[in-house]
């Protein structure tokens, strides 16, 4: 007998090979036939939540697409916030879940479509005729709007017989958005006319740049441009010459790269959406600056800017890179200030500054003033020691700015902030899960709070046992949730709902067969070195429970405080 969950699994597993979940009712029979009748590798983890952060966090390290499953009712409503993140981060996954009988609710049953459908996820329900037809719909929905999907199992019809798994289509997956229109055109001539006359031109790119492919056309656009660039907290490492990058831009910049943007004349921005962070909330640019951007979008994502061209990124600076060969940059007049620029050459504004001065951060102090770790000086003594293959996956709270601005990578796929696009914590344990199925070749290393650590401390287990010893976690432990206290404490309201009691993370890691070590000061941190020395398969995963202190605010917070103040 092939059963409906049966034909879900087999058509599930042609186009996706990693499942997370946790097996309850509603899914017990879709997990036998994907266990027993097909190649896709399951992962179990302790918590629903996790089952879709985990997803979340395999597209994001690897760019293909993974399914959670978790059952009705309870385990669906656990999933929620964890789908409403990846709604808004527009990650593809399938969720697939049990659902109340055909006959109607039980009491147990909550209106499943619905709750879905109020965080902005589309739900598609299998019958007994339709089962594989539907899960390619799902699965094709996903892709092309890059959005969660929930594929729903009725529990009456999960084991039903419904005979031979009919062949089934490769779902389609859309095509790069050209660039096209009378339009459009005149607007990327006035941009190639505007970089080719620009005597600062930037260049910024997002995620839209990485997931177009476009780093090799940007790198282009800039070597032809002579432009300084600088990326998007999900878009770092985009372009190839990091010698005239300046890195993040938004609150994980540092301030001398940021002060060198806003001298910009003309700024072009790909596959970025120019959220109130990357902006710096509208003081990224100044008020000279002329900024064009490029994306997908249906229009413009900010006030600032004043040219728009939907379409692609790759195909958008490829195109720009082929006007400006057909006419050459001018060389500049020597006239007053300008002498010294034309005798550079004709674009001598990144040639002339110091982009690696201009990109350092703070080194901070070994100890803070109250006695606990600087978060600073650790972050960089941290960067030292990481092992070069490493995949960061970072979970929310006040702690993300330390490893933003301290840890380079080397690709934007190898930087996740899963929770931040619906400013949630609680979702770095099972972020590594994801992470460590998705790029088995790599160190999987998760930033994390104590607040969002403990909220999510089940899947400790699940992180251990998924990564093993390409597993090493950071707990940036401050005994308290650092943002709110930041924001309001300083604005006078009572700290202690704020504060959390010292906790013992290195024990925690202990009770599920991990090496778990409190730093206290930055010598001890040398267990970090001798730990990434050694080969994977010869050490254990390493929790490192850093007793940082509470009093050092990171630049992205002071932002906000101002902002908020």
């Known amino acids: 007998m092939s059963s409906v969950s049966a034909h879900v699994a087999r058509t599930l597993a042609q186009h996706i090979d990693a499942v997370f979940g946790v097996m309850g009712n509603g899914n017990a029979y879709f997990l036998d036939a994907l266990e027993t009748q097909t190649p896709a590798v399951f992962t179990a983890v302790r918590h629903e939540q996790g089952a879709v952060v985990a997803a979340d966090a395999h597209f994001r390290a690897s760019g293909r697409i993974a399914a959670g499953t978790a059952t009705y009712g309870a385990g669906f409503t656990n999933t929620l916030t964890a789908l409403a993140e990846s709604v808004q981060a527009r990650i593809p996954l399938v969720l697939v879940v049990g659902d109340e009988p055909t006959s109607g609710p039980r009491p147990w049953d909550v209106d499943q479509i619905a709750l879905a459908s109020a965080v902005g996820a589309r739900t598609y329900t299998v019958g007994r005729a339709d089962a594989a037809a539907t899960t390619i719909i799902a699965i094709e929905h996903a892709l092309t709007y890059r959005v969660p999907v929930v594929l729903a199992i009725p529990y009456d019809v999960a084991a039903s017989d419904a005979g031979d798994v009919p062949a089934a289509p490769t779902p389609r997956e859309p095509s790069a958005l050209a660039p096209s229109g009378a339009f459009t055109e005149r607007m990327l001539d006035e941009i190639a ?27 282009a656009l800039a070597d032809a441009t002579g432009a300084l660039t600088a990326s998007t907290a999900l878009g770092r490492g985009v372009f190839p010459a990091a010698e005239y990058d300046l890195g993040v831009t938004g609150g994980f910049g540092a301030e001398g790269a940021m002060d060198l943007v806003r001298e910009a004349d003309i700024a072009v921005v790909f596959g970025a959406s120019l959220n109130q962070f990357t902006m710096r909330f509208g003081e990224l640019f100044a008020a000279g600056t002329r900024v064009f951007q490029i994306d997908v ?9 004043g040219g728009f061209v939907r379409g692609d990124a790759r195909l958008a600076a490829e195109a720009l890179v082929k006007r400006l060969q057909r006419t050459p940059l001018p060389v500049p007049t020597p006239t007053g200030s300008g002498d010294a620029r034309a005798a550079q050459g004709a674009r001598p504004w990144r040639e002339g500054v110091d982009v690696a001065s201009a990109r350092a951060y703070d080194v901070g102090d070994g100890l803070a003033a109250d006695g606990r770790l600087d978060p600073r000086s650790a972050a960089r003594r941290i960067a030292e020691m990481l092992p070069e293959d490493r995949v960061v996956v970072s979970d929310g709270g006040h702690f993300i700015g330390w490893a933003n601005m301290y840890w380079p990578v080397a690709s934007p796929d190898r930087m996740m902030m899963v929770g931040t696009a619906f400013q949630a914590i609680g979702q770095g344990w099972p972020s590594m899960v994801g992470a460590a199925r998705a790029r088995e070749d ?6 994390s709070g104590d607040g969002g650590g403990l909220m999510a401390i089940a899947d400790l287990e699940s992180a251990v046992r998924s990564a093993r010893g390409r597993g090493c976690a950071i707990i940036w432990n401050d005994a308290a949730y650092g943002a709110e206290v930041h924001l309001y404490g300083l604005k006078g309201l009572a700290e202690q709902p704020m504060l959390i009691p010292q906790v013992d ?10 090496e778990g070590r409190v730093i206290r000061t930055l010598d001890d941190l040398d267990r970090l070195q001798q730990w990434a020395a050694a080969p994977a398969t010869e050490r254990p995963f390493l929790l490192l429970d850093l007793r940082i202190s509470p009093s050092v605010i990171a630049p992205y917070q002071q932002e906000i405080i101002r902002v908020n103040s």
Request: aromatic share 8%; no cysteine.
């Open 193 to 219: 006319a505007a970089l080719r006359h620009a005597e600062r031109p930037f260049l910024l790119a997002g995620r839209g740049a990485w997931l177009a492919g476009a780093g090799a056309a940007l790198g």
């Open 297 to 305: 979008a249906p229009a413009a994502t900010h006030a600032h800017v």
């Open 442 to 447: 790599s160190t999987i290393v998760l930033t």
């Open 505 to 514: 993370f290195a024990a925690f890691a202990a009770a599920v067969g991990a």
